[in-house]
């Protein structure tokens, strides 16, 4: 992922905010009710060291799958809060952390990326994930302007 | 899969030219030149009976998955030999074979379909096989002449 620009109070976008409530989502059980919004978080603060020393052999690992995956959802649902439209993600690995995920609203794809190096996702840090995030909730928006009749059909 | 009416010739029709085509791809080793296309399509023709009898727990086996996308693809072949446009098939299974395919060209969704009981996928007869494929191709294309500017975008 590559690194954007720098948001000022990033957990105030409605990106980080439906990222979040994706994760505590998950928490069945409450484990996870007295940590903060910052330390759920943190699985997808990676360092430019802790990038490089990653193994990219192989497939990338469940957890790893599962937080792409909840990254993209969490565009939808900021989509979805941006526009009132549904954008539904699909994502598809074929192999060795190479992919791609679309997201869709009617019969338009308001997004699509091909995905690279799924083993090293993460970011710097809280400012970076949250503009990466705005970023394609930001282009998914622009589409859905562009052809309205197409994200309603 | 819905069983489609009737195509006299189905053989000839564009999808089912290039589902064979992709079948035959497959066929690193010459090890079906002999084999007439109508034998190659046989593990899509599965009978009423034949389909009530197949289980359907857990996971459907790889064969059958692969046998659903390469269909998808053979779709999305004859989408491009009847309108010069790519259209790329994503297919997500998610569980018990229960799942999601859409076609995409451009940034229009040109089809989608959700999948169930992926285990049972099969066609009375060529001529159902060949029909269900031209009802998709068909539908594809239509989408297309709706939003011409979104299948280029």
Redesign the interface.
């Known amino acids: 992922m590559s690194q954007a620009g720098v948001i000022d109070d990033p957990m105030a976008t409605s990106f980080m905010k439906a990222l979040v409530g994706r994760i505590r989502a998950e928490d069945m059980y409450g484990a996870w009710e007295r940590k903060t919004n910052e330390m759920l978080l943190d699985d997808y603060i990676v360092s430019k060291e802790e990038r490089r020393a990653m193994p990219m052999i192989s497939d990338p690992d469940p957890d790893t799958l599962a937080r792409v995956e909840t990254f993209f959802q969490a565009v939808g649902l900021a989509i979805e809060q941006e526009t009132g439209l549904i954008a539904s993600p699909?994502?598809?690995m074929s192999h060795e952390g190479f992919g791609?995920v679309?997201l869709?609203t009617?019969?338009?794809?308001v997004f699509?990326k091909t995905l690279r190096d799924v083993h090293r996702f993460g970011f710097d840090s809280l400012s970076a994930l949250a503009a990466e995030g705005a970023k394609a909730v930001n282009a998914a928006v622009a589409?859905i302007n562009r052809?309205p009749e197409?994200a309603r059909?």
Chains 1, 2 share one sequence.
Do not use: H, Q, S
């Open positions: 699909m994502m598809k791609r679309i869709t009617g019969r338009l794809v699509m589409e052809f197409v059909a």
